[in-house]
């Protein structure tokens, strides 16, 4: 494919964003439902270019888990299905009036919410993401081109036709708010696009967020790795302790949001670190710890330095003793990912100054660190999890899609009227916010 | 300097802003109000560093409007400390809680607005940016490294000198939240400081703002200048017309938010274009125009095709008929540069159609494109116009400067608890602000 190829689709996609801006809800919806009615429609040729993807990858010897990911059936075509039309059942995050103002008499300033633009999406293996993406974009307004996993290839294109035929459908909505690419030169491509597209969405390891970074002046809504902390205070409660430790690591070890370094304050080490070990041992987690802890608990392995920067995605676990809550918080700001951090206490200042000051999208008190989702925090959907510490933040929901603009309505004002001081001078009367008044 | 110092002053910044970050505003507030007194105290040293500049730049020969730019002086010194004090009585943009949720009884999630970090800021000649730009990072909780104009590097020096000095007064509040550097060789190093520094502030020219995006994987709250229209539609009032053409051509033309091209109806271009066109020629606006308006306008010089896509800042003018407001708004979508466009119309649904499709931060009805400013919108200080289109849009005042972490705090639940269909399930259940409860 040619670059003019890429070109040409970015700037596609973005006249398809300038019209998308102005489709109201009820449209959008429409067009929505229509695409989750076309994959329900198309589910077994969906299944037969599946079943594409996945001989090939059987005889590429793709992990187990990277294979369970890939492959669909009914159930999780009726899921994608689903998962449209919950996203059609969100409040519009578009047109939402967030600020009002009077700057003088007849002169009113509002802050309204309007899509990005174009998004660039680049996601893993898994098939389900495409219509998860597409139609989050869609609902906020913004065109979108996808880049899924090689593996997925077949599967994603047959996904992109139907989602495609299904906009294409209804008068208003342009079809080219969705476009596939396929190939890493592509995205290479996509990636200098940025005369067309607003924001890059790549979900993937570190090094490939930092890849996009690193050659793109779009700016990037990275979704990467966590290194997750949880600690244990001398004020923690020791079931409570046990059981968000063990969820914490175990509930699923492969997410960004499990638990990486367990820290534990010296004064409840002795009495709460064996029954700890005790358990985690008994899930057959790998432990590793700092000397102190070593000298406590019989047969475990001295944790080089190297570990506290480690993100396991596994079965270890890395064990620090502390002799502070400063201690712990100088930890985790110096080596965590700013993902998620736990503390467990029962000293309600201490956990506060805690969640102050650990630097971190989500920080916890007495709770699992593998809460930290866009379902679990009920944003309705999710787009990611970003650790980027600007634009947004944490899990992201559809207001990560979407800006601002500012609308004056006057009636001929001019600002010579106001600069000098025998002339009008500003008001600045904040207006209450009436819904849907974007 | 070596890269080394400039990754220990990044360093230095990352510890301050860790610190910075758990500062309530009282101290913050007592931080700004020494740096204001500060700033009176050493008026005399201020200005005395400040001829040494000036006579430099004099040699130099800058350009008049620059030299008035670096020229400070007694009131300018007062305006700076008083500008400190305004920033001192902004309320606290840090712990604001913008949302509140029970996700199941006993756990309960809030977002709350922290501070970014870190803040590289690069700006031109006026000395006044340097109080400015500290005021708003400090009261937002960030710590920042400045680089100023070369011209103004004696002022400069001894405002920052000053400025650390009333900080190191004040204990708890760090002192290298404020640092300067002063070389071209320093930015370098610094857009290379991503581990430390979490957004840069550049203000200057659109190719300054693209050397920064392409040199940082640092995310980048671009300040550039503005190709702004105004667009009198075929029920537009002259009256108005003739009073917000003027004003937004020449009560400021060097400003980013001055129009640099009108778009006129045909309707009412043979009524309305002459009346205009002898109005500018009065203040001596250079004018060029398309085909259409030549043939209406006697003495009209052609614009060529580069015209659409130039920023004057001066007193030029490109004048284009079109044949309606569709074309308008095509033609502003493709050639503006998305920061201010006007619309003048008696005809409301018109006017809400061109404010929804204009993509950019500030669209406006019957008003000049002058307004779009920090102060003029009430924001109470502005770090900068951002041409961007993610995180802050438009004239950014501290909002710009925060971000917001979640936080969760339960009494020992577990995701597993959640996981299966015969186990606990999530309310969702909003729950009404507390203000002050971040």
Known sequence: MSNKSLE???????MASLILAGVNADLKNQALLAMASALEAHSSEILSANSHDLEFAKKENLAGPLLARLALNENKVAGMAQGIRSVAGLPDPVGECQMAMELDEGLTLTRVSC?????????ESRPDAVPQISSLCLKSGNAVILKGGTEAQHSNRIIVEQLREAVSKVPGV?????????????????LKQDEYINLVVPRGSNAFVRYVQDNTRIPVLGHSEGLCHVYIDAKA????TVAIVLDSKL?????????????????????????????????????VGCARSCSLVPGLNRAD???????????????KLVDSMDDAIAHINRHGSGHTDTIITEDTPAADRFMNEVDSSSVMLN????FADGFRFGLGAEIGISTNKTHARGPVGLEGLVIYKYKLKGQGQTVAEYANSNGKSFTHKKLPLVPGDG
């Open 8 to 14: 040409e689709m970015a700037e596609k996609a973005k």
């Open 174 to 190: 342009p079809v080219d708010a969705i476009q596939l690419i396929e190939t890493r030169e592509e995205v290479a491509e996509m």
């Open 115 to 123: 899509p990005l633009g174009v998004i660039g999406a680049i996601f």
């Open 251 to 287: 509930q699923y070890p492969a997410a960004c949001n499990a638990m990486e370094t367990l820290l534990i304050h010296s004064e409840v080490a002795t009495h709460l670190l064996p029954r700890l070990v005790d358990a985690l041992r008994e899930k057959n987690v790998d432990l």
């Open 305 to 319: 330095d190297a570990e506290w920067d480690a993100e396991y995605n596994d079965l270890k676990l890395a064990i």
């Open 237 to 240: 409660d020791p079931d409570k």
């Open 367 to 370: 709770a699992s660190t593998r």
